[in-house]
């Protein structure tokens, strides 16, 4: 019995009524991997205001951790698995792995991320990426990448197609809540968010150990 | 006035950039006297060599001279041979240089205020006052002053911005180098947001200024004092001046804003260096070694994506799939209206199916009476010979074939277990030979036992 009513006051923030009104869509956000920041005030508040609560309810029911971080003045919410397992999520339709090509993507975002250190508005243009591609420190090893050989000059086709391959994937990191794309514009324009220092989290051992690997390569 | 003349009008008014530097290379040497053809020519050819326009190729000289012709250079009538830089030419040249140097930067923006919004003494005494500082002062010169000095200003932290990047991104520098260059431009910043607090203030205290001198002036209407006449047509003036100046005011407050956001921006990011500058820009480095060493180990797969090196590890995150099925909608435009409606009555058409129920329901009574007569006999008898008394029926009543049909039809229909049902081969019609019955008869089993 006592434990009864323990998990009823530990549960109790579910009966709030702003908790009912939005919970379905929060749950739902956060189980699709979605990094919740104020630009959605309704749940960032909720989460705020119910941050240890929260936490203690994915981490009953699903095994997950709520993490919360904050950078470059940004504040955000995030589920993830804790260390060395996936929590109850361990069915494999219910994670995924990051794809390759999001991976590579992910850092050149997070170099663009970088290089505007001092700026608040971390705004970008195809452009930009178009310029690192073609004048960038690592000119020879993109247009190896993305278009298979290097050459003087490259069709209008062939760079529309490797446009899309960079839309395709900075609409996937859109949809996770790490960048804010430009909908009005007829052009490729974004917004790297801070959250994109969740991707850095992610990668950060192989970043600190990135002259070992370098070393294993030439050994 | 249409688009293909504005653009016309813009290719005379603004120089290429070879132009431009023609024209500034002119404007160095500082000739009041004007130019002759040979100096223009030899500043044309001096202008192509400047190292950044790539190809080295002969400057067309007669082409360059006649540009310029249209805007930027004119004949003086006085002076046969010699050519002039235009009023226009040289208002060019001094908003490029204007842009890398404003001169306003060179004092504080306090000043600027001070000298521009300070109201005399005398405004509270007299409108005429106010209203000279107001044009003169205020809409003439002060308004121009503070915007150029503000915009100086956003340039000049856009720029204290750009250059902090730069020195982030420059890798042959130390860390010690690199925290000096920084220290300098946050000093830079930091002598900018004293200033914009200054001027914060300065505002805010002409604005109350003016709203007391506003006030004074209402009091004086109100209580009527004689000390000096004050009309209404006055006090639209002093309010008409408060409110332009408030409205301008509030533009400087953007401006002020616009430019506080970058500066605290880049001060929280400078702060954050500081802390933890060594860790910064080691990981920093590292990031840009991660990234250069995945596109160089990273092969294009087959379906023309990419493949990570194998050392490399997909990490997993947090990803369930969320489907709602739900019924498409279809939008069937306007909702039809089903108002009630009262129905006529059709009386004719009423009482003539009411007659044909009467009827159907007489015919079923008649239909129920027979076959009850013809039970009771096969009862009484013990044998109904049926043809014929269907034949009989119909003499009775002609015109109702269908009713000693269905009477026939119902007794045969509802015969007991012990009756008997006989048809023989034997026709039996009536006089008008509209029916033809085989013979049937009937027999109580019980009946002839008995």
Redesign the interface.
Known sequence: MENNSAEQSKYDFLTDNLVQRYFAELNIELLKGVHIRSATPYLFNLLDEYQNEFEGFYKDLYGLKLEKRTHDTCTYFYLAFPEGSKGRLSYPGLYKELEDRQVIIGFVLCELYISKYFYADKKFHWDDIRYEIEHGENKDAYLRLFFKESRAEYTPDEWKTTKDKFETVINFFGRIGLIEKELESDELQFTILPTIHRFIEMYNDEIQHIDELLKENKS | MDAVSICHTFDDLFPTQFEFMVIYHLHCMDRVEGFQYNEIKLAIRETAKLPFWGDAKEPQVEKTLKNLLRSFLERPPDKVGFYLLTPHAVKIIEIVLHRIDNPYLRFPLKKTFEDYFALPEDAGCDIAHLEKWYRLGFQDNAQKVVLSHLEGLKLAVEDA?KD??LV??ADHLSAIQMLERFTNHFLNLSMQARQITEAIKMKTDTYYRLRDIADAFHQKISFGTNEQSITQDDWNKVELIKGNVNAFFERVDQQLDLIN??M???S???TELQESFKAQSH??M????????????????LK?????PA????????????QFHTLRYYDLGFLKKALPVDIVLDDAYEIAQRDAFEQELKEQIMIQHQVESWQQKLTVDGLVNVSEEMLLLMEKMPDSISLSVQAGYELIRNLGDNVTLSIQNELHSNHTKTLHLWKTTVQNNQNTIS
């Not at chain 2, 590292?286 to 797969?301: F, M, R, V, Y």
């Open positions: 911005i902090l990047n982030l991104e956001t970058k605290a921006f880049a929280t990011k400078i990981f920093k590292k990031l840009k070694k991660t990234l250069a060493w995945l596109l160089e180990n990273s092969k294009p797969d023309g994506w990419v493949r990570l050392q490399f590890p997909a990490k997993e995150r947090v990803f369930q799939r969320f």
